[in-house]
């Protein structure tokens, strides 16, 4: 974890209020891993006093980071207006990120990423990652399900299928691809699919997230999710993100509490007890 001022080389509004923003920070770059996440003083006055987590979406020529993200309130909306040549304080990488080749499932040949909205932001990383492991043996496979309100909402589709990926998008007004919900678009997928899949990556809303882990339990196919929190301190050190996970996979009636921020933000989908 460092705390560095970093450049900021560029800020820009991508579409509606989703902007993409890419910070030179060489330690942060060299040791981040997908999933984590940066925690960022968004002015250098005393307003908003707390840090805004934001997830790492890609690795920018090496020693860069890039972020992409809504501009919603009092915090993203300061973000939004700071320009380039400009220094933020930003801590990171953060957070345990998804587990590629390890736990349950990472180590197959097929995946699916499945992204609601801004959760988009984490998952591109992370397919660039598992890119880079398909040019190894055996060949692994990418299907990416993105998930949006509008066809106007849809995020990174070209940044997927440059690395590869199969792509379907579901939108919640029927505008494009598949009519519902991204989750509703997981099992249909997953019941025309001809054969085994490893694992399931998932980034979005809390309720979609909910209902991923349950379809993997139902299909009995891992899942890492990544979840979001309200965050005070982001370094693991307030407790004001936690949420209550099964101590043993077998004993669910056995309980702790992991910090989002610390142990997350991404946890296996079967650990989380949702209350
Ligand atoms: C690990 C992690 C990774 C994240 N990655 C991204 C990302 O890549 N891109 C992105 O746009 N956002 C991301 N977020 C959410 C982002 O941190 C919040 O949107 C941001 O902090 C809001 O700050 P604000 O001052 O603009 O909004 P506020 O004025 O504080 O709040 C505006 C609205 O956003 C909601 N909100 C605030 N913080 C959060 C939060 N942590 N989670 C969910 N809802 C929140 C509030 O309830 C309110 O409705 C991430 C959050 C976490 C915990
Ligand atoms: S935000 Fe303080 S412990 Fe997670």
Known sequence: MFQVNA????????KKNCHEMALSAPQIAKSALPGQFINIKVTDGLEPLLRRPFSIHQIYRQ?????????????????????SGESLDVIG????????????????RRHVLVA?????APLVF?????AEAKNQKPKTKTLVLLGARTKDDILCEKEFKELGCEVRIATDDGSRGFKGYVSELLKDELNAIRYPLSAIYACGPTPMLKEISRISQEYDIPAQISLEAHMACGIGACMGCVIKTARNALRATEYEYKRVCKEGPVFEASRVIWD
């Open 7 to 14: 450049r900021l080389l560029y800020n820009k509004r991508i």
């Open 63 to 83: 020693d860069g980071i890039k972020i992409l993200y809504e501009a919603i309130g009092k915090g993203s909306k300061a973000l939004a207006r700071r320009k």
């Open 93 to 108: 990488p953060l957070g345990n990120g998804f587990k590629l080749g390890r736990g349950p499932g990472a180590g197959g």
């Open 116 to 120: 609601g909205g801004m959760g988009t």
């Open 126 to 130: 992370l397919a660039e990652r598992l």
